[in-house]
């Protein structure tokens, strides 16, 4: 036989789903504010009830006593069953409701009672305060039982003190009216209980809604992953809320805007300022991969919109693959020149072996010169003008491109650079972007030609590229620094629309600017101007370099 599964025990206490145990707190909340609402109102009322009984009967007593007949009566006639006072007091009490009217002399002997037996007899509680001249309201028993009492001095004409009356209200009827008024106090309550309840319940469905019937404690894991998620992942993340403000920054993404935790609760445009980045970031320009340059970095954007009204946008750094892409497009560049240049080399080289099978040495000679030549002459036309090792070996390197794509690269007569760049890979990034832009440009056009004038006027660098292309519309000359904006092919290894970019972020980063316009014989004119790029000149480097300059003009 299979053994008897084990009884399930049954579980008490808080249920885990947050639908349960939001209703369940705000009926047990509802009930408890109308239970104390409740008691709270018939605590007062029990008091209040009480005060309207003995000042009830204390006015039924001032009316009584302000009959000057019943003083009269009191000091002219003994107590009787039918004397005047009996009679009249009975009279009062049956048209006012009261228990009872107890008339009594200053021994406190009773002159009229509901009792006719009790008539001559003392009264059974104090009547000294009302006999001092007192009023007085209290509630006490008496040999009718517990009532709510009023008590008055009864003067004469004359205002002398000749007894008092005594009036009482039966307090079973102060309490009766206190019960009597119960049912309808919970009636209201049980109402207002129920209208409690019921918005707990449509409470609870909408937070059932939002949460996605979850458990607080699936809740508080969803938290502890999110946060370990986002400061984990090496993309950057920013979370806004329906009016565009940060609502979220993880890690990366502050370092990849350079912004902190001061631009949460912020606009993006308080937190970041104009541009394409607050741009893409706040949805102002749609679609998926957008490029954009913050600082130095070149990073890809995408945005996507949540169900509160918010967004959320993720930020991925492709500073280091758009690098690799242009050091790809350089290799490959030089891989075609030094293809061109190889079967070029292999031409040359039949050539000079048809001269010297010929014996034609003396022509050999002076063709192997001039091939040597005009190598020899492009790198010592570039580095005598710009010392600088790394900038003269970019200019030699795109020469030697720009040769074998038909385009004649040239250093403009008055260029002059000394080799004191406080950032020469920066102005490497320069040079390189606008003369790749110009070679574009021209690639393909008759007489195609490339000028680059490099100099420098104190510490600042000027640099201008010329090219004999189409050049640019004055409508389009803000436009092409835009991220992302190309009139190009995007290649299949990176983006299109960075360069010029970067050109402006490197020289606005230093302090200076980029300006484009049309060159003298046509074509596009890009002027960049870079203050303080220059380290202050050394005058014993100045002299070294002025007497090697004389001694290479010499020669």
Not at 155 to 164: L, P, S
Not at 359 to 378: I, K, M, P, Q, S
Request: aromatic residues 2%; charged residues 25%.
């Amino acid at each position: 036989m299979s053994p008897t599964p084990p009884a399930r025990r049954l579980r008490l206490g808080m249920p885990r789903r947050v639908f349960s145990q939001v209703l369940l707190m705000q009926v047990a909340i509802a009930a408890g504010v109308a239970v104390l609402a409740t008691g709270l109102f018939l605590a007062p009322l029990s008091d209040q009830l009480d005060d309207q009984a003995m000042r009830r009967a204390l006015a039924i007593a001032q009316t009584t006593a302000a009959q000057p007949q019943i003083a009269e009566d009191l000091v002219a006639t003994r107590p009787s069953v039918n004397g005047p006072v009996q009679v009249e007091a009975e009279r009062i009490r049956k048209a006012s409701g009261a228990e009872y009217v107890v008339v009594m002399d200053r021994d406190g002997v009773r002159w009229s009672h509901p009792d006719p037996v009790e008539i001559g007899g003392l009264v059974s509680t104090d009547p000294r305060r009302a006999l001092a001249g007192n009023e007085v309201m209290e509630i006490d028993s008496g040999t009718l039982g517990r009532s709510a009492r009023g008590k008055v001095p009864l003067r004469d004409t004359d205002g002398k003190i000749v007894g008092a009356v005594s009036v009482g209200i039966e307090y079973d009827s102060v309490r009766a009216r206190l019960i009597h008024a119960i049912p309808g106090l919970l009636a209201y309550a049980g109402g207002a209980m129920a209208v409690g309840a019921l918005a707990a319940y449509l409470i609870s469905r909408r937070v059932h809604r939002q949460t996605r019937d979850l458990a607080f404690s699936d809740i508080a894991g969803l938290l502890a992953e999110r946060e370990a998620m986002l400061h984990g992942i090496r993309e950057g993340v920013v979370a806004l809320d329906r009016a565009g403000r940060v609502r979220l920054l993880n890690d990366e993404a502050r370092r990849l805007l350079g912004i902190g935790d001061e631009a949460v609760g912020r606009s993006l445009d308080d937190a970041l300022g104009p541009g394409r980045t607050t741009d893409v970031l706040a949805g102002r320009v749609t679609g998926t991969d957008l490029l954009t340059v913050r600082g130095h970095r070149v990073l890809v954007a995408n945005r996507m919109p949540t169900d509160d009204g918010g967004a959320v946008a993720t930020l991925r750094d492709r500073t280091e693959l758009e690098q690799l892409g242009r050091e790809l497009d350089s290799t490959r560049g030089l891989t075609d020149a030094l293809r061109a240049q190889d079967h070029e080399h292999a031409n040359r080289m039949h050539t000079l072996l048809g001269l010297l099978e010929l014996e034609l040495y003396d022509e050999a000679v002076e063709f192997v010169g001039e091939v040597v030549g005009d190598h020899r002459a492009t790198a010592e036309q570039v580095t005598e003008k710009i010392h600088d090792p790394l900038l003269a070996a970019v200019l030699v390197g795109k020469a030697t491109v720009a040769a074998e794509r038909g385009v004649a690269l040239s250093v403009a007569g008055g260029t002059l650079l000394p080799d004191r760049l406080i950032d020469p890979r920066g102005l490497v990034t320069v040079v390189g972007n606008l003369v790749d832009n110009a070679l574009d440009a021209v690639a393909g056009t008759p007489h195609a030609r490339v000028e680059v004038d490099l100099r420098a006027e104190g510490r600042t660098a000027i640099l201008r590229v010329r090219d004999t292309g189409p050049g640019v519309p004055p409508d389009k000359r803000e436009l092409i620094f835009t991220d992302g904006w190309s009139t190009k092919t995007r290649p299949a290894h990176r983006e299109r629309g960075i360069g010029l970019s970067l050109v402006r972020r490197l020289a606005e980063r230093q302090g200076g600017s980029v300006q484009v316009g049309e060159a003298a014989g046509g074509g596009a004119e890009f002027t960049v101007v870079l203050p303080d790029a220059l380290a202050e000149p050394d005058p014993q480097q100045e002299a070294e370099a002025a007497v090697t300059v004389a001694d290479k003009e010499s020669r």
